[in-house]
């Protein structure tokens, strides 16, 4: 990989790698933007499965954003994408530790049946 994508490849490539895999761990459905992406991708129009099973660290990520997950559909109307009032709303009730939720929260959003159309 470093011959590839050079010495940093881990912090720019191995970052989008690692959310790709939860994304697609997640099994996002139909409705999600993650799902139109990954459809895009591939050549048949399916996600691609991962060919390993999630890893302890991984199921814990997996958890976390299911929780938040649930935590949102309680905050927001189902099937809406959420604006930035509600968002907003959603960052302040995480407390003075909001900006670690950040990455979880665009993840969770991500993977959500939000009522987006595939091209």
Not at 1 to 23: A, N, Q, V, Y
Not at 31 to 45: E, F, I, K, V
Not at 75 to 81: F, P, R, Y
Not at 97 to 112: E, F, G, K, P, V
């Amino acid at each position: 990989m470093k011959l590839l994508f050079g010495p940093d490849w881990s912090s720019t490539i191995g970052k989008r790698h690692d959310k790709t895999r939860i994304e697609i761990l997640l099994d996002p459905p139909r409705g999600s933007s993650s799902y139109a992406t990954h459809q895009r991708l591939g050549p048949d129009g399916r996600l691609e499965r991962s060919p390993r099973p999630a890893t302890e660290s991984e199921k814990q990520v997996i958890r976390k954003v299911r929780e938040l997950q649930d935590y949102i559909r309680r905050s927001i109307v189902t099937g809406k994408v959420p604006s930035m009032v509600d968002s907003l709303a959603m960052f302040s009730s995480f407390g003075p530790d909001r900006n670690s939720h950040h990455q979880m929260y665009l993840l969770a959003i991500d993977t959500m049946n939000l009522g987006i159309v595939e091209m």
